[in-house]
């Protein structure tokens, strides 16, 4: 049986540098020092990243990964346990592949991760509002050759609009010609 002892941040870094450069701001550490009770001797010392630091150009999420996103930004920071229970009301799906998809989501920087409890809960790195943007860019780079207006007349031609989201479309184009 081991007992496991958290550290505060200082006392770790004095144990342990990280190989990239990091600040308080863009990450989390902790430290655990695991004992042996019968001698109360710290047999090994296990460092871990709690927190990556966001990386300077996120990976495009998948349509799977946008999907627990989606259930991250709804409920904010939650646990596999609780992503799974929200995904799989909608389709039938694998605790591990939920478990899978958030490990992966957390190396390409899409989701935090936080360590401090027994089960780890994630939450989104970036907001909803950011992360929507940049897809809508990139379908338009890619795919409209950067044209808004041919983005516009397509998205305008495929979906029927109501009155009010009609109103509000033309309050924003308004608002970005005053811009110009």
């Known amino acids: 049986m081991r007992l496991s002892i958290s550290l505060p941040t200082k006392t770790w870094r004095n144990l342990f540098t990280p190989p990239y450069p990091t600040s308080p701001e863009s990450s989390t550490y902790s430290t655990k020092i695991l004992v042996d009770p019968p001698h109360h001797r710290a047999t090994s010392i296990l ?22 996103l989606q ?16 995904l799989s009301e909608k389709r039938e799906l694998a605790y591990t592949t939920v478990l899978k998809m958030l490990q992966i989501m957390f190396e390409k920087g899409l989701v935090l991760r936080d360590e401090t409890d027994r089960s780890h809960s994630y939450s989104a790195a970036r907001p909803q509002a950011e992360v929507q943007k940049a897809l809508v ?17 397509s998205a305008m031609g495929s979906t029927s609009a109501t009155a009010d989201e009609l109103t509000r479309i033309r309050a924003l184009l308004d608002e970005a010609r005053k811009k110009k």
Request: glycine content about 6%; overall charge negative.
């Open 71 to 86: 259930v991250l930004w709804q409920r904010g920071a939650s646990t596999v346990r609780q992503v799974f229970d929200v």
């Open 137 to 153: 860019t990139d379908l338009v780079e890619r795919a409209f050759g950067g044209s808004a207006e041919q983005f516009l007349m």
């Open 47 to 68: 460092v871990y990243q709690a927190h990556m630091p966001p990386r300077t150009n996120p990976q495009r999420p998948t349509d799977a990964e946008l999907e627990i």
